[in-house]
């Protein structure tokens, strides 16, 4: 397959963003190279319907594409025409493909890293050259202003299933133990009591992040999600997948959900840039007619340099963790007082 077009693919994601942000682009040269993009339907539908190819004991290769021949330059027109949106383009030809990879990450939600994989793709053209995939097919894919059309209507639904953030390509590889010893765990852990339901007292622990933010000191919160995109980071640009839910794997700004069970506990693991390894922990249980609900920070530095991060943060640990933590508190609170069984908190 060539460009595939849908909501929450990486390569529409890139055209949103920029379409819908700038409305004038500096276009590097593989803005105009050919593809022959195809929607997920018909991609989803081609692989469903190989299942039935008969079996002749040979393997094939079959090349597939949508309707239209056409450039990300292209598409970016033509999202703009759906969204009745001016704007112009200026091509540059001069940008490098890590140069275009490293813009793509200032201005639009990709890691630089795969903008880059991307960008060395799509230098390339790819345009159907082997037409069997009709004959064995009885398909016919969709021309590229419905492809559009559609993953504009899918991605304007709360809680697409699916998202180019929630693969784990979209942060940092994991550290391979080899780069060094986890050092001594180091942790953060706070606590306070609500007048309110587990239900209740979890709702603004399973809303975090995302537009909502994370009910404090939301301004340092953005300079380090900066920090990080600097270094080659996944940032907060990322979010959530939905406002409301979330599930085990999910991506979270610059975390990942790595256990969810509602309304009892929720632990984060970091994809930012750190020298460790470190998660962020809630836990609610039942106390009398009301909650306690519990913080934790933990982080496994690697080397000295990890442990003088750690330390050298603490401050900003203490106001940071400990702001956040009475602000869900009094969240839960409201919660409790509003829906006092929980349910529909």
Do not use: K
């Not at 693919?9 to 590097?28: N, Y």
């Not at 990709?110 to 903008?115: I, L, S, T």
């Not at 953030?165 to 942790?187: F, K, Q």
């Not at 959530?240 to 069970?261: C, I, K, N, Q, S």
């Amino acid at each position: 397959a060539s460009i595939v077009i849908g909501a929450g693919s990486l390569s529409f994601e890139i055209i949103r963003a920029l379409v819908d942000r700038l409305p004038v682009m500096i276009c590097p040269r593989w803005v105009s190279t050919v593809a022959q993009p195809i929607g997920i339907a018909d991609l989803l539908a081609y692989l469903v319907a190989a299942l039935d190819l008969p079996e002749d004991g040979t393997d094939r290769i079959f090349e597939i594409g949508g309707a239209t021949i056409a450039s990300y330059g292209d598409l970016m027109r033509e999202y703009a025409r759906q969204r009745g949106l001016w704007r112009a383009m200026i091509p540059i030809p001069l940008l490098t493909p890590r140069l275009s990879s490293l813009w793509l990450g200032l201005i639009t939600p990709v890691y630089a890293r795969v903008g880059r994989e991307l960008i060395g793709g799509v230098r390339n053209r790819s345009v159907v050259r082997d037409f069997s995939a009709r004959d064995a097919f009885a398909i016919r894919p969709l021309p590229v202003e419905a492809c559009i059309a559609l993953a504009i209507a899918d991605g304007e639904q709360a809680g697409a299933e699916t998202s180019w953030s929630d693969a784990r390509s979209s942060a940092r590889p994991p550290r391979p133990r080899a780069e060094g010893a986890y050092g001594s765990r180091l942790v953060d852990a706070r606590e306070t009591r609500v007048s309110a339901a587990p239900e209740a007292a979890f709702a603004p622990i399973r809303r975090i992040g995302g537009r909502r933010g994370w009910y404090y000191a939301d301004l340092l919160w953005t300079v380090r999600g900066w920090l990080d995109l600097l270094v080659g980071g996944a940032g907060l640009r990322r979010g959530r997948r939905d406002p409301e839910t979330l599930r085990t794997g999910d991506a979270l700004d610059f975390w990942r959900v790595e256990a969810f069970d509602p309304p009892r506990r929720i632990r984060l693991a970091a994809e930012m840039r750190l020298p460790g390894r470190a998660w962020l922990e809630f836990d609610v249980r039942p106390d009398g007619t009301g909650s306690i609900i519990r913080q934790t920070a933990t982080f496994d530095p690697v080397g000295r340099f990890g442990t003088v991060y750690w330390y050298a943060l603490w401050p900003f640990h203490v106001l940071i963790f400990g702001g956040m933590l009475r602000r869900i508190g009094q969240l839960a609170e409201i919660a409790g007082r509003t829906h006092p069984e929980g349910g529909a908190a």
